[in-house]
């Protein structure tokens, strides 16, 4: 199909925001939570001004919610580079300008930098596309220049249910489809459900796949976060050819899965490397619980032991194998941020770019809840400000992704799905 891309212009003074009734505001890292209930900074208008979801439920530090507005000023262009596709998962941009996009129902295209879609690549293995599985995410090897190798992620279907898989395999030179393709990894164990999946990908400075997993979401599936004989609920690390890396913190440990980097974690569709190589990762929280958590080899980041927030029934407190979850336990560690109320986080990129100064070394993270952007800006490993972009364009941002130029590339989660560019006002 082909789609001409249509152009909307946007114009973005910082620090106004579109709802009524949140002001400009300066960020203030410095200022101390309130005694008296507040669970962010004060002296500065946070972007989340709604109540918490359990209102006596402190962060661990002053910083890790309800971070002070940013304040700056920038101006950019919103291109619709395409339309009509189906619950795309993910987008990766190519060198020569074309984007890849993967279409949850099971399809990987190939999008023109002039907004043409082509056809469905073909050598792709079949997916299981029930509730949140499909084909989700894509990443390009770091050598893909000259090796032409893609890596994917997918709810694979398996004897009694299905688990996330990846997989890879190489361009064909017309770029019509992929050869030599073969399933690397296969998370264990199998379950029949259809949710909580994980996944994003990501190459870290050592050369090694980072794959993130969820837990599977049923309440007896959680406890799966913290074993380690199951991959679920995990950040896993292998190589290019889905070896084991001989450093990873539970090889040689019996009954561990070796793949395991990190574990407590319930849902994570976003994770990105920042310049000084460090993982950072967003998961899907409890109601009142998206987390953003820096991983680091062999660390528990707690669920279902240790969350915040409440169940999505409204029951609190939070069901796990102790009998209920606190937010804050000794030996576990703390996400560097939580959203309350939840923002359904899916994708991240750190911005390293020219085309933006001012949003230099800012994290953007995919906002499916309100359906808009978020941008944090972090500080030893602090947030130190936040701010909402595409406010009012009504889309579930899936993923976003710099491209060589520069722009960031987005994703929506509809059933008739766009790209976007977001580029410098012309």
């Known amino acids: 199909m082909r ?5 909307f212009t946007l114009t973005l003074l910082s620090g106004m925001i579109a ?5 400009k505001a300066t960020n203030d ?4 939570a309130a005694a008296t209930g507040s669970t962010g900074t004060v002296g500065c208008t946070p972007i989340e001004t709604r109540p918490p979801e359990v209102a006596d439920q402190k962060p661990a530090f002053k ?5 002070c507005a ?3 000023s920038v101006a950019f262009d919103v291109t619709v580079m395409a339309r009509g596709l189906v619950n795309p998962w993910s987008v990766e941009p190519l060198p020569d300008g074309s984007l890849l996009v993967t279409e949850k129902p099971g399809r990987m295209r190939i999008v023109t930098a002039a907004g043409v879609v082509g056809e469905p690549l073909t050598g792709l293995p079949a997916v299981d596309a029930r509730g949140q599985g499909g084909l989700l995410d894509v990443a390009l090897s770091p050598d893909f220049a000259t090796d032409r190798t893609i890596y994917w992620s997918f709810a694979e279907p398996r004897p009694g249910g299905n688990a996330t898989s990846v997989a890879r395999g190489t361009m064909a030179t017309d770029q019509r489809g992929l050869e030599n393709v073969k399933v690397i990894y296969q998370t264990m164990p199998v379950y029949n459900g259809d949710m909580h999946y994980g996944s994003r990908l990501a190459f870290g400075p050592d050369g090694m796949l980072y794959v993130t997993m969820g837990e599977r ?8 976060a913290q074993q380690l004989n199951s991959d679920l609920g995990k950040v896993l690390r292998i190589t290019r050819d889905g070896a084991i890396p001989p450093d990873n913190p539970y090889v040689g440990q019996s009954g561990a899965r070796p793949a395991i980097w990190s574990r407590g974690h ?13 993982l950072w990762t967003i998961e899907h929280g409890t109601r009142g619980g998206d987390e953003l958590n820096q991983i680091q080899k062999g660390k528990n980041y707690g669920w279902p032991l240790q969350a915040y927030g409440m169940e999505y029934t409204g029951a609190f407190p939070i069901t796990s194998p102790a009998g209920s979850a606190r937010a804050q336990l000794d030996g576990m560690e703390q996400p560097v941020y939580y959203w309350d109320p939840v923002i359904a986080p899916s994708g991240a990129q750190w911005y390293t770019g020219d085309a933006f100064p001012a949003w230099k070394n800012s994290l953007f993270v995919g906002d499916m809840k309100s359906k808009r952007l978020v941008r944090l800006t972090i500080a030893d490993n602090r947030v130190t400000g936040e701010q909402v972009l595409l406010d009012g364009r009504n889309q579930r941002v899936r993923d976003v992704r710099q491209g060589p130029d520069g722009a960031l590339y987005i994703v929506t989660d509809q059933s008739n799905g766009e790209l976007w560019r977001v580029s410098p006002r012309r």
């Open 70 to 72: 940013l304040s700056d």
């Open 3 to 7: 789609t001409s891309p249509l152009l």
């Open 63 to 67: 910083e890790q919610t309800r971070a």
């Open 29 to 32: 890292s410095n200022t101390s």
């Open 217 to 224: 979401s049923d309440t007896p599936m959680r406890p799966q």
């Open 19 to 23: 709802c009524s009734g949140r002001q």
């Open 266 to 278: 319930r849902n994570i569709q976003a994770a990105a490397f920042d310049t000084q190589g460090k």
